[in-house]
Nanobody, 121 residues
Framework: VQLMESGGGSVQAGGSLRLSCTTSGSDDSVSAMAWYRQAPGKDREVVAIISSGGGRTWYPNSVKGRFTVSRDKAENTLYLQMSSLKPEDTAMYFC???????????????RGQGTQVTVSS
């Protein structure tokens, strides 16, 4: 199973980016998925979780109202729409797949390599 992120880049504060995560080698429609981020010198943070069917989502307060997670099961692709970006959103973002109840504890089955997001002020 491989997860591959794309869509990262540099953006000014207040801007938007959409990250994608494409899964190959398995039917990801049976698994929940999540987006995480890690910045140098900071703890990793889960920023979005979505259930296998897409009907249940969770966000931490730090991104709630600004980030939206979605998935296209037909395309085996997970998305993270990020808006009103702030410099503190700068981090490596990566996606993961696993049980919904475990993803908030960083217990994933598979994880991608990440895509860098840089937000300048």
């Amino acid at each position: 199973v491989q997860l591959m992120e794309s869509g990262g880049g540099s953006v000014q504060a207040g801007g938007s980016l959409r990250l994608s995560c494409t899964t190959s080698g398995s039917d990801d429609s049976v698994s929940a998925m999540a987006w995480y981020r890690q910045a140098p010198g900071k703890d990793r943070e889960v920023v979005a979780i979505i259930s296998s069917g897409g009907g249940r989502t969770w966000y931490p307060n730090s991104v709630k109202g600004r980030f939206t997670v979605s998935r296209d099961k037909a395309e085996n692709t997970l998305y993270l729409q990020m808006s009103s970006l702030k410099p503190e959103d700068t981090a490596m973002y990566f996606c993961a797949q696993g049980p919904y109840s475990q993803l908030s504890f960083y217990n994933w089955d598979y994880r991608g390599q990440g895509t860098q997001v840089t937000v300048s002020s």
